[in-house]
């Protein structure tokens, strides 16, 4: 089960993958331009059954065949987590079974596995979300170093933020991803039919590329640390100016393709420099932030020959509940097990850090 956020999904898996996965995502969020915590918890409350039914009969499992429950324990909205975990806990309790509560973010890791054979460590993991962003190195399933994470906002939130102040609605990633392709196709078109346009980036903005400098060394926390608050600012800073001048509306595609590029930039050079500085060539990206073709795109280019990427499907990059039974799935099969008093966290700690 996973109820960390905005969708509730629940999933069955085996070891030859996929079973069965149901997700609904919570789209009264819209309305308010966020997602509010009660009525996340709430909404979970009442889809959590119909979606585990759901994933059963696609599973085409019974109750029988379950083996052991996985949930999300964290990090995530508190109220919504626990719709999740007692659901969990009562169902692992009158079954008889083993519970294990997940960590959201090494799900993710997860995830990019179900569908990618490669995926396997030793690789570096990129996980981008709307809470999270972290480097890592992967060394085995369960053993991970922390290489570095963002100093304020994650990546997905600085698209969430960005694209609010853009007058672009909830959820803002995938808004500022259509923007910049509608700056990209004009550019295509300004440039004639001869003109292909290179990359996302509108080149008609100068943003900043935060905790992105030459002089950084490998032993600096600053060489692999991220930061997305200032590059926000900066975006907000120039939609003011076009604003006054009456012209923001028209440079909004422009706008969203440059501040796009510039987190691709940083996300891209950050996970260079730990495939070169490791010598790890597998790199895993996961999460929400994932979906972005332009990311996916600019950190294949940059990469090259010395790395190989893999991402996930969008329906995978997305929170679910299969990645969250596969993580659970590797956890039970080591003998680890969650107690009865499993509590949802809302800043769990990512697990198996050396
Ligand atoms: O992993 P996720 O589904 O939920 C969390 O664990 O936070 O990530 C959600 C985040 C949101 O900030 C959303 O704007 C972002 O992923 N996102 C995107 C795109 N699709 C979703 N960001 C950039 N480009 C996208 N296409
Ligand atoms: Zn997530």
Known sequence: METSCDETSAAVVDENGIRGLAIASQDAHAAFGGVVPEIAAR?????????????????????ADIAGVGVTAGPGLVGALLAGVNWA???????????????????????????HEGAQPPFIGLLVSGGHTLLLEARAWGRYRLLGQTRDDAAGEAFDKV????????PGG???QRAAERSAAARGAAAGEAGAVADGGAGRFRLPRPMLSRRDLPGDAAYYDMSFSGLKTAVARIAEQLEEQGVLADAVDDLAADFQEAV?????????RAVEQTGCRRVVLGGGV???????????ERLGSSGELYAPSPRLATDN???????????????ERSPWSLNAEAALAFPGLA
Request: aromatic share 6%.
């Open 264 to 272: 691709v930039d940083v996300l891209a050079e950050k996970t260079r």
């Open 89 to 115: 806990k009562a169902y692992a309790f009158a079954r008889g079974l083993p519970l294990l509560g997940v960590h959201h973010m090494e799900g993710h890791l997860f995830g990019t596995a179900l569908e």
């Open 163 to 170: 694209a609010r102040r853009l007058g672009l609605p909830y």
């Open 174 to 176: 995938p808004e500022i």
């Open 290 to 300: 994932a979906r972005n073709s332009r990311l996916r795109e600019g950190l294949a």
């Open 321 to 335: 509940a299969a990645m969250i039974a596969a993580a659970a799935r590797f956890r039970l099969a080591r003998g």
């Open 43 to 63: 909404e979970h409350i009442r889809s959590l059954d119909a979606m585990v039914r759901h994933a059963m009969r696609e599973a085409e499992v019974d109750h």
